[in-house]
């Protein structure tokens, strides 16, 4: 059994983790102190530090969050582009950056992605720049991880327990269950692999 951080657990993305998870010891946390076993913004260092050195020993980290801005790439400011881009992509990576510190030999860590930057849909142009952005630093720093920690990043489509808010955006995209993506976070964590998108698509 390993000590797994989840991240965002009270979200549709963060209960399909979970039942991926059902082997290990959970430890949740969240930006709300409501229904989380501890508080934390992943857009700020100071929040994930205190995180980690609070909790002292964990095996893994599973990230589910990332906030998005939506709009068309004519009427994205330059603010919008920002709160993704702290939140979904440097957010995640301050995760390894920071938590690669603390977590323990042969651990990992799994963060998360999405598969509008292989099939783009309009207003999402930071989304899926993210990411991108998020599945290239996985692919990559997977050489530079020390102590034989591992890293993956999860790209799936649309759940069909979000499908009533967001369908009307994807027309054409088949939805899949949360049990099918939690068994690449269940992949992800539990399996040797590192370097790797998993892909979780119809």
Same mark, same amino acid.
């Given at each position: 059994?390993?000590?797994?951080?989840?991240i965002?657990a009270?979200?549709?993305?963060?209960?399909?983790?979970?039942?991926?998870?059902?082997?290990?010891?959970?430890?949740?946390?969240?930006?709300?102190? *409501?229904?989380? $076993? +501890?508080?934390?913004?992943?857009?700020n260092?100071?929040?994930?530090?205190?995180?980690?050195?609070?909790?002292?020993?964990?095996?893994?980290?599973?990230?589910t969050?990332?906030?998005?801005? +939506?709009?068309?790439f004519?009427?994205?400011?330059? #603010?919008?582009?920002?709160?993704?881009?702290?939140?979904?992509?440097?957010?995640?990576?301050?995760?390894?950056?920071?938590?690669q510190? +603390?977590?323990?030999?042969?651990?990992?860590?799994?963060?998360?992605?999405?598969?509008?930057?292989?099939?783009?849909?309009?207003?999402?142009?930071?989304?899926?720049?993210?990411?991108?952005?998020?599945?290239?630093?996985?692919?990559?720093?997977?050489? *530079?991880?020390?102590?034989?920690?591992?890293?993956?990043?999860?790209?799936?489509?649309?759940? *069909? #327990?979000?499908? $009533?808010?967001?369908g &009307?955006?994807?027309?054409?995209?088949?939805?899949?269950?949360?049990?099918?993506?939690?068994?690449?976070?269940?992949?992800?964590?539990?399996?040797?692999?590192?370097? &790797?998108?998993?892909?979780?698509?119809?």
């Open positions: 059994m390993k000590t797994v951080i989840l965002g009270q979200g549709k993305m963060g209960q399909a983790a979970l039942t991926g998870l059902g082997n290990h010891k959970v430890i949740t946390a969240g930006r709300s102190v *409501e229904g989380y $076993d +501890y508080q934390v913004d992943i857009t260092e100071a929040s994930v530090r205190n995180l980690f050195k609070t909790i002292g020993e964990f095996d893994a980290v599973v990230n969050v990332g906030v998005c801005e +939506y709009a068309s004519a009427e994205m400011t330059q #603010e919008q582009w920002m709160t993704t881009v702290m939140s979904k992509m440097m957010g995640q990576i301050n995760l390894v950056r920071i938590g510190e +603390y977590i323990a030999d042969n651990g990992s860590f799994t963060l998360i992605t999405g598969i509008l930057n292989v099939k783009p849909i309009p207003f999402a142009i930071a989304d899926a720049t993210t990411s991108g952005a998020i599945d290239t630093f996985v692919k990559c720093v997977a050489y *530079e991880m020390p102590r034989g920690i591992r890293i993956n990043s999860i790209n799936p489509t649309v759940l *069909e #327990e979000a499908w $009533d808010v967001y &009307e955006m994807m027309p054409g995209f088949q939805p899949v269950p949360s049990v099918l993506v939690g068994k690449a976070f269940e992949r992800s964590v539990d399996s040797f692999i590192t370097g &790797e998108v998993i892909f979780v698509d119809a």
